[in-house]
């Protein structure tokens, strides 16, 4: 599947859907929390001290209070496009950790070029609907030495329900999210230097097929392809879908697997410097000229 399948996505029906689950999200978001974390973590290794954040897809603004409290000399810039996400962060907010909310399309950012110093993004680029087209946008926001790090899904997500449903019909029920080679392809199409990119998988786990419905619906993933059936689905399908998922149940389990896609760049030329774990400076190894 390549970068410009992603115009199968609605960007309408995404918008709307993240602004239905706004008011409960953080209560289905687990793997979006533990993604941040991880995320954050990884950033202790960063050796610069940016002066303009973008936390792009921000969600309930967690990452961007995180991000506040770790940079305190920082702007942070929170920006998502659906309304209702950036009120809920607005609720969450606190005066020690605050952030300018900014509401825009991620592929078309109302910054200026090379404005901005670090860009955090953490699963907003699933919705995406122009990888490449958003990979130029961040590259033209990047200031010398910028540096972009992000989580995206890979093509295992939610394969077990995928599944379930090519057993009914052979329609599209599940979105077809990119290899993690295919995203560092678009990132190097889009002028970014030496990027680095590796894969973390979570399994959910549900007693009953309605549990997980409930968590996509809760976190805004439902399905937004173009063509997608008008309507709600039938009981009866439903019933089918849930009967064919049953042949992954393990140990009284149903599994819903989620492959998480990391992956960091840098303007070219640009590599900040990055500390290892035992405090070794780090530089990708395209950045080392020859003698």
């Known amino acids: 599947m390549s970068a410009a399948d992603r115009s199968l996505l609605d960007p309408r029906a995404v918008r709307r859907e993240f602004a239905r689950a706004s008011a409960h999200y953080d209560e289905h978001a687990v793997v979006a929390a533990k993604v941040r974390e991880e995320m954050l973590a990884r950033l202790d290794l960063l050796t610069v001290e940016p002066d303009v954040i973008l936390d ?76 490449d087209a958003q990979f130029r946008e961040l590259n033209r926001i990047l200031a010398p030495r910028g540096y972009v790090t992000f989580s995206t899904l890979g093509p295992d997500t939610l394969k077990e329900l995928r599944g379930a449903w090519s057993e009914i019909d052979l329609a599209a029920h599940v979105h077809r999210f990119l290899d993690m080679h295919d995203i560092g392809d678009a990132l190097v199409r889009a002028g970014f230097a030496d990027p680095v990119m590796d894969v973390d998988r979570y399994t959910l786990t549900y007693e009953a097929l309605p549990a997980l419905f409930r968590d996509l619906r809760g976190v805004g993933s439902r399905n937004a392809l173009v063509g997608r059936a008008a309507g709600l689905t039938t009981r009866t399908r439903l019933a089918r879908v849930a009967s064919a998922y049953e042949r992954y149940r393990v140990e009284g389990r149903l599994p819903a697997s989620c492959e998480v896609v990391y992956g960091q760049a840098w303007r070219p030329g640009s590599a900040p410097p990055v500390r290892g774990r035992r405090g070794e400076v780090v530089v990708p190894i395209g950045s080392i000229g020859r003698r």
Do not use: I, Y
């Open 56 to 131: 792009l897809g921000t969600g309930t603004g967690h990452a961007a209070r995180a991000l506040r409290e770790r940079w305190r000399k920082a702007r942070v810039l929170a920006l998502d496009a659906a309304p209702a996400m950036l009120r809920e962060a607005g609720k969450r907010e606190s005066w020690r950790r605050r952030f300018q909310r900014v509401c825009a399309d991620g592929a078309r950012l109302p910054f200026r070029d090379a404005s901005v110093d670090l860009v955090f993004s953490n699963l907003m680029l699933p919705w995406s609907v122009d990888l």
